[in-house]
């Protein structure tokens, strides 16, 4: 077998060390350079999302349909959600669900299930965090929207956020959310049973999503547990619909970021009058007098107290 030259490429599903990679000469089945696989044994290897420098393998007639490329290389991230996994021996490791995202697409049903406002707030923070882009939605609205639900959606517009309000039923959402899916990489995240699936299949009827059976497939390697699959929308647009996904993990960040993570509290924070304030207890805090007079939601103050506290346990 010849190699032809190294081209980039950008990987749209892993699974049992096979990597689906795309790339402007079109879709590969690509395995991993021996060397490179040794050389990051300990960082972990290749993540849905990243992007590599791969090689064509020329095949022998009759070959076609298999492997036809190697990766030999992964290039920086700029960004990586990550999960908490557990790693070798019973310990909690970070694994990264999906790499270089510009938008995270919180999904929350109206009820069936309740939404869940505490994670929506850790989903909202790891995407500032990590300067992606965030896009809420709000499926199942046919079901009705209870006062609570609508308060709160009021309290993330006024923060600052986009909020679609969508239905699979209704059709209610779905072009708005296609608009926002186009021309840029996106992954879709919330707990199981929102309609996450339901939605893109809305989005771009005839997607072909099978979840289960690649989170399955995967339960037995240790380095193929990035499940999902990126999704290539007529519009241009990627998107990554990820199985389930709860524990987004927030870890190993200061609380001089996780400030900045609550958009709304961005106006006041220069303003207190230390400039290290937590925005606990301190006097003279911007963001608590914000709190006080009502133009920063409790709610979303305690979610800050809450992840704070996370953070530094
Ligand atoms: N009433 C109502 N039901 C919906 C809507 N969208 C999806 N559903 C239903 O919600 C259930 C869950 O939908 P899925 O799309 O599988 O949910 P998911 O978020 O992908 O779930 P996981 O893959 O387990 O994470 C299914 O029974 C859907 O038919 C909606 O807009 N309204
Ligand atoms: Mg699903
Ligand atoms: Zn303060």
Redesign the pocket.
Known sequence: MTESEAFEGRVIRAQSGFYIVESEHGTHTAVLRGRFKKERRSEGLIALGDRVLLRRLELPEGESGKVDAVIDDVLPRESALMRRAPGPKGVWAQDVVVANVDQLVP?FAARSPDPHFGMLDRFLALAAIDAIDSLIVI??V??GLSAEVTHEIETYRRAGYRVIL????SGEGIDALRDALSGCVSAVV??????????LNAVEPGLDIR?AEISQAVQKGRHTTRVGELHRLRSGGLVA?T??LRELAVWQVDPGELEWAFIEFRPFINTCRFYDCTHVHEPGCAVKEALERGEIDSRRYDSYLRLLGDESN
């Not at 969508?166 to 039923?169: E, I, L």
Request: glycine content about 18%.
């Open positions: 999904v499926n199942k046919d079901l969508a239905s699979t039923r919330g707990p199981s049973g929102v309609g996450k699936s339901s939605l979840v619909d199985p389930g």
